[in-house]
């Protein structure tokens, strides 16, 4: 892409606030960031949550979701897998998969036109597995060997499914999800 997507502007804020916000909004009480590239400034940028490293930025998602994992607190029951550039995904999403989880989902992965997305949510009866998830296949082998515990979820917002791997796909969803254009990008 060319830039530092957590800290790009999305609204009035950056994409990571904005993701943030909404698993607050949502009623999410502890809320960790996985840092590897550019931590401090993400430190310096980030109030009101704990932090894990990942001290190789390059590695499977399976890593930073295993660091993220162990700081949860002991009495943790479940954890949302969200990540950094779906800053558009409503708090009302992210309740509505909540929940889900309440009423005894193991593992909720919300979907739009059969389309999964982001964030899951894994019951911690399966934190042994999310501390030792597969380098090749990740998530998906989690929930290829529990498929009775799967919930696929509808929901009504298509901004689960969109992140943003191109400067295009950012100044689109830029657009669609604030009304406004997203700024120029930063001069090399």
Same mark, same amino acid.
Request: proline share 12%; aromatic share 6%.
């Given at each position: 892409m060319g830039a530092f997507k957590p800290l790009l502007?999305?609204?009035?804020?950056? /994409?990571i606030e904005c993701s943030i916000d909404s698993l607050r909004d949502a009623g999410v009480e502890t809320i960790v960031v996985v840092l590897g590239h550019r931590a401090d400034d993400l430190r310096a940028k980030l !109030?009101? /949550?704990?932090? $894990?490293?990942?001290?190789? @930025?390059d590695s499977e998602m399976g890593a930073s979701i295993a660091a993220g994992v162990r700081e949860l607190p002991d009495e943790t029951q $479940? !954890? %949302?897998? $969200? %990540? $950094?550039d779906h800053p558009a995904v409503p708090a009302a999403v992210v309740s509505t998969i909540i929940d889900e989880w309440t009423r005894g989902a193991r593992i909720v992965i919300p979907t739009w036109q059969n389309r999964g997305g982001h964030p899951v949510l894994v019951d911690l009866s399966l934190k042994p597995?999310?501390?030792?998830?597969?380098? *090749?296949?990740?998530?998906?082998a989690l929930f290829d060997s529990h498929r009775q515990a799967v919930? &696929?979820? @509808? /929901?009504? *917002? @298509?901004?689960?499914? &969109?992140d943003m791997d191109t400067w295009d796909d950012y100044t689109t969803l830029h657009l669609e999800a604030t009304g406004k254009p997203a700024p120029e990008p930063p001069r090399s």
């Open positions: 502007p999305f609204g009035n804020k950056t /994409v !109030t009101g /949550v704990r932090f $894990a490293i990942n001290p190789d @930025p $479940a !954890t %949302l897998i $969200a %990540l $950094a597995e999310l501390l030792n998830l597969p380098e *090749s296949g990740g998530l998906r919930r &696929r979820l @509808p /929901v009504n *917002s @298509p901004f689960i499914a &969109r």
